[in-house]
């Protein structure tokens, strides 16, 4: 193989070095094939309720049908979903791919100033709402092009009397849905309903158009529409698929989706590649509630599963888990955020199955690497480049590294993103002219081609002109048996410039600081120590359970100030 590309010696037995994106014309294509294929199979579960692959398709025909039958939406026009894990999301976004819309993904955890600009900046003429979250849309609204609100709630498709129970005990015992007012809004049930009468008509949905807005970058200020086109979206299934297809059964899988499906990892990995695979998504609605989402595994023999560190370890930590039956599960996928070794060890432990690091980004649809899922143990690495990929670390300005050297990975392929929605200031700042785009991310790639991420960029903590990765710090820290979960990050110090704190949640109450600070000396060099530690009930965490760094930095500079 050529010097280029290392990583294509290594990867496993019948793994191809290139996809054939043009085997399909749009993802819609991608679903219509698997209607068909699977027709009778289980294709999505949520609170008991079972929808199969053929009611999928009617369901999704029929919404289709209300958006252009009745509110007349075309190719191009942009709707948003603002919806957890539950069956109303597939139906919605199938039936909005089979148009040729675009879907604005919406975190349901938005504030009225997130969601108004998301709303703005996108230009999306409908939106599908949780009736939970449906106040923070009702004060968002104004101003923005939003002509179309359906409404739902979460068990308006368990059936009856559960789903009754589930929206009764929601509103009125537990009081999670605030009062709020949406005259025109239309229920979801009436939807579907109103949308059976309407053909579905036929749209020429061709590589070239956009089918996800998926919005980014809310921590470097304001987020931005990443464009993601049915062909950066096909060319993804089809290279995640070719890694983990020899590895999984067509129309056998069962995997747990508890990462939200409106965030691009469990969007494509487990709602796109596990549909094209005849597989059952069974989608968990709370993740956050883990006593009730271990309760939710035991009543499955689950195949698959996917998340970021922060969930692994919260199941680990929860009581009852390590008695599952894990007989079954072939697949654990960690992504998002840096897979912990201590977390990974204990992983594999408990449920006998490799927990395999991939990375990826919402610009690259996600997938960038992935670890041979042939891996007998944790190795550290994000894995290799996935077929019709390419990777390279490059310098500040903008030249490549030699392997071994530690720059900036940036990433070439069909899965990176037309650019930022009406942003090509921000879209110049990251992808180059042949396509190439710069992650932000540093990095080092040894010479077989698997790649290590040291840090993020602006996570970097510099200390006496040394780097200190807070991934690293963190990497070691979380191997003591005291610590439950942890944080690193820099803080001005009038010698140094910086030096590094750690936030601490405790799993044995009796852990002291000088206990820790002991581990560490052991662990660090001088530089490396963290100064500072703090002990916290809980860290705060992005809505898939991401550590906010960027929030205790925060925190810490106004306590300077």
């Not at 002509?147 to 059936?159: A, N």
């Not at 109103?194 to 089918?211: E, Q």
């Not at 654990?332 to 980004?361: D, F, I, N, P």
Request: some cysteine; glycine content about 8%.
């Amino acid at each position: 193989m050529s010097k280029e590309r290392p990583w294509l010696d290594h990867y496993p037995d019948g793994i191809p070095a290139e996809i054939d994106v043009n085997s399909y014309r749009s993802v819609a294509a991608v679903l219509d094939e698997a209607f068909k294929r699977f027709r009778d199979r289980p294709a999505f579960s949520n609170f008991g309720r079972t929808l199969t692959y053929g009611q999928i398709d009617e369901m999704s025909a029929a919404f289709a049908g209300y958006l252009s039958g009745e509110l007349k939406l075309v190719k191009g026009d942009r709707i948003a979903i603002m919806l957890p894990n539950v069956l109303q999301y597939p139906i919605a976004l199938f039936g909005a791919l089979r148009l040729g819309l675009t879907i604005v993904n919406t975190n349901p955890m938005y504030t009225v100033r997130e969601l108004k600009h998301q709303l703005e900046d996108s230009g999306a003429k409908a939106i599908v709402v949780l009736d939970n979250f449906a106040a923070t849309l009702q004060q968002s609204l104004s101003g923005t092009h939003v002509e179309h609100v359906i409404t739902t709630g979460i068990g308006d498709l368990i059936g009856f009397p559960k789903g009754a129970i589930i929206n009764f005990v929601l509103k009125h015992v537990k009081k999670v849905v605030p009062a709020f007012s949406l005259p025109k809004a239309v229920r979801f049930g009436d939807a579907l309903s109103r949308g059976k009468s309407h053909p579905l008509p036929t749209v020429d949905v061709t590589h070239d158009d956009v089918a996800f807005l998926q919005y980014t970058g809310g921590t470097t200020g304001v987020a931005k529409g990443a464009m993601l086109t049915h062909r950066n979206m096909v060319a993804n299934m089809l290279q995640a698929d070719a890694w983990i297809g020899a590895s999984t059964t067509v129309g056998e899988e069962i995997i747990i989706t508890a990462l939200p499906l409106y965030h691009i990892f469990s969007l494509t990995a487990n709602g796109l590649v596990f549909t094209r695979l005849g597989g059952l998504n069974y989608l968990i609605t709370n993740p956050r509630d883990m006593p009730g989402f271990v309760k939710e595994l035991s009543k499955v023999k689950f195949t698959a599963l996917t998340g970021v560190n922060t969930l692994f370890n919260g199941l680990l930590n929860t009581p009852g888990f390590d008695k599952l039956d894990f007989s079954k599960l072939h697949l654990s996928l960690g992504g998002g955020m840096a897979v912990q070794r201590a977390v990974a060890e204990r992983w594999k432990k408990v449920t006998g199955v490799t927990l395999s690091e991939a990375y990826g980004l919402t610009e690259t649809s996600p997938a960038v690497c992935i670890n041979p899922l042939t891996l007998i143990e944790y190795n550290g690495s994000i894995g290799l480049p996935i077929p019709s990929t390419d990777v390279a670390i490059w310098s500040e300005e903008g030249t490549p590294l030699p392997i071994g050297e530690v720059g900036e990975l940036c990433v070439h392929g069909p899965q990176v993103m037309k650019g930022y929605w009406n942003r090509p200031d921000e879209t110049a700042k990251v992808l180059d002219e042949n396509g190439w785009l710069r992650t932000g991310d540093i990095a080092r790639m040894d010479e077989n081609g698997y790649v290590y991420i040291v840090d993020r960029k602006k996570d970097m903590i510099l200390v006496s002109g040394f780097n200190v990765y807070p991934n690293e710090i963190e990497d070691v820290v979380m191997q003591h048996p005291g610590v439950a979960e942890v944080a690193a990050v820099g803080v001005a110090d009038e010698h140094s410039g910086e030096v590094v704190k750690i936030f601490v949640v405790r799993k044995d109450p009796a852990l002291t600081e000088e206990v820790l600070k002991a581990f560490c000396r052991e662990n660090f060099t001088g530089y490396k120590r963290p100064k500072y530690i703090e002990f916290r009930d809980s860290l705060p965490k992005t809505n898939v359970g991401k550590i906010l760094r960027r929030e205790l930095r925060n925190e810490e500079k106004a306590k300077a100030a």
